[in-house]
């Protein structure tokens, strides 16, 4: 058998073996093999979580415009390797090329950004109540952070964690999903050829149940940042909470696209075919329900299921991929458990089988579109996350904001109209964390807030400045040089 690689844990600066066992990393476009993944015991991620402990006394006092310059090097890294990073990133998680390019970049960018901020991390000078006093606000790291991540963005969801993190002072101990191991091995290796001290970031593979569990039961775990399912967000949340710990979760969505009567209908389509199969719909702000305007239904429906047909499935390495697989036989099963569901709940326009023939070694599912589905229904209301459309008539604008708000998550909506009137109600009635006006309901910039509201979310956000509230404490400083004892908060008439 051709020897595959086998990824480590990487603690205090250096490539360690675990006690624990080897787990097969697979790529789902063709079931071959790609590599081993070790996976930790909880002894190992304490050995993780101490490392970062003691570099963090070490890292804090680290200039932060020289942390900056490292980060630098690092996206300059990134930005070198970004093909063959891509190609990695399609090989595991069977994203098109394209959109693991696309990938890579927004980790670049992320570097990039937060490299600046390493000069910035802004506080405030305000004015005292009181004569010769000076009053600001600074950011102070929150700690050591253990970081838990996904397989459907494994690099970019990971650099909008680690890069403010580490950029304000903390330390990091990493879990990445045991899908994408190759994809965290390759940053890490690019962190430490870059230079970035022992311990300040040590990687530790393993399933969620036990390696992923240790990291938010430390007690030296200062702060968890999730990302993944809203079950298993929920589960981090009480028992970090139990911890008085703080956490910041971005979770599951039900994402919508609201195509009012006025609307360029080729666009929207578009956008739908973008947002709804783009990743085989397993973004996190994938579309899976398109709201519209009964005078367009007809028309929408007709070149909506026109295009999806049209759509090219494979093996995301071809460039002409438009539709790569689905991450496991398991989500392949999931998603056409719903499709069965949806049977019922409404009418298949297209789509709906698992793919067989030349696809039958990998975990194709054909695109699928699912008319007059009713706004509670279930494929309407639970995260299918696979290439699966619901669409949702209605009469006017009101009930597209109803509908649309109708979800127990809340994270990106979008709407196509040329009514300029829509367009500024919609931002302000959408009650997601993203909205988008005349575009799909993904691909975010990473230098604005990333995160939703509802079930998505616990407040916080990923990427932007906003990140830096998630890693940094907020502290308070007054100074007074008076010379007498002045005292605040009492009425000094
Ligand atoms: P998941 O929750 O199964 O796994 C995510 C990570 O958590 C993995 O690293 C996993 O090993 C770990 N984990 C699992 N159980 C754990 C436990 N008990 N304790 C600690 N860690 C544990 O999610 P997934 O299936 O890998 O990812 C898909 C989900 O992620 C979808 O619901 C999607 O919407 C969501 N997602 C959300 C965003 C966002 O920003 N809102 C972005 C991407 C993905």
Not at 110 to 130: I, S
Not at 149 to 154: K, S
Not at 256 to 268: C, E, F, K, Q
Not at 422 to 434: C, L
């Amino acid at each position: 058998m051709k020897e595959v690689p086998a990824y480590k844990n990487y603690i205090n600066g250096k490539w360690r073996s675990t006690q624990g066992k080897w787990e097969k990393v697979i790529n789902p476009a063709n079931e071959k093999v790609l590599a081993e993944v070790n996976l930790s015991t909880p002894s190992e991620v304490d050995e993780a979580v101490l490392a970062a402990k003691r570099a963090q006394s070490v890292w804090k006092t680290v200039p932060a415009p020289e942390k900056g310059e490292l980060l630098f090097e690092i996206s300059q890294k990134l930005k070198e390797r970004k093909e063959e990073l891509s190609q990695l990133l399609t090989s595991e998680n069977g994203k098109p090329i394209q959109e693991a390019r696309g990938e890579v970049q927004e980790a670049i960018d992320m570097g990039f950004y937060m490299a600046g901020e390493g000069r910035r991390l802004f506080g405030q000078t305000v004015p005292a109540e009181l004569p010769n006093k000076h009053a600001m606000s600074i950011r102070c790291p929150v700690g050591t952070a253990g970081l838990i991540t996904p397989w459907n963005f494994p690099i970019a969801i990971a650099s909008w964690k680690m890069f403010p993190a580490i950029i304000s002072g903390n330390t990091v101990v990493w879990k990445p999903a045991i899908e994408t191991p190759g994809m965290a091995d390759a940053f890490v290796r690019i962190l430490d050829e870059c230079g970035l001290p022992p311990g300040v970031v040590n990687l530790v593979h393993g399933t969620g149940e036990t390696a992923g569990n240790a990291i938010v039961e430390h007690s030296q775990i200062d702060i968890v940042s999730f990302t993944g399912s809203t079950e298993t967000g929920r589960l981090i949340a009480s028992k970090a909470g139990s911890m008085l710990k703080k956490v910041s979760l971005e979770m599951g969505g039900k994402n919508a696209i609201t195509v009012m009567d006025s609307a360029d209908i080729d666009l929207a389509v578009d956008g739908i075919l973008w947002s709804g199969f783009g990743t085989s719909g397993q973004r996190c702000t994938a579309a899976s329900r398109i709201i519209v305007h009964r005078a367009v239904k007809k028309e929408l429906e007709k070149v909506l299921v026109k295009r999806t047909k049209e759509l090219m499935i494979g093996d995301g390495a071809k460039e002409d991929t438009d539709v790569g697989p689905v991450i496991s036989r398991k989500a392949l099963e999931s998603i056409h458990e719903y499709v069965n569901i949806g049977r019922q709940e409404g009418e298949l326009l297209c789509g709906g089988r698992i793919l067989e023939g030349k696809h039958s070694k990998g975990n194709y599912y054909e695109p699928t579109v699912i008319t007059n589905v009713h706004p509670s229904a279930r494929i309407a209301q639970e995260e299918i996350f696979g290439p699966v459309i619901s669409i949702i008539p209605v009469e006017n604008f009101d009930e597209a904001m109803k509908v649309n708000n109708d979800s127990a998550y809340g994270l990106s909506s979008s709407i196509f109209t040329k009514d300029a009137n829509e367009v500024f109600r919609a931002m302000h009635e959408m009650d997601t964390g993203i909205v988008y006006v005349n575009a799909g309901t993904t691909g975010a910039e990473i230098h604005l807030p990333f995160g939703g509201t509802k079930k998505t979310g616990n407040g916080h956000r990923d990427s932007g400045t906003a990140s830096l509230d998630v890693f940094t404490e907020w502290k308070s400083v007054y100074v007074d040089y008076s010379g007498s004892l002045q005292r605040a908060q009492i009425d000094n008439n």
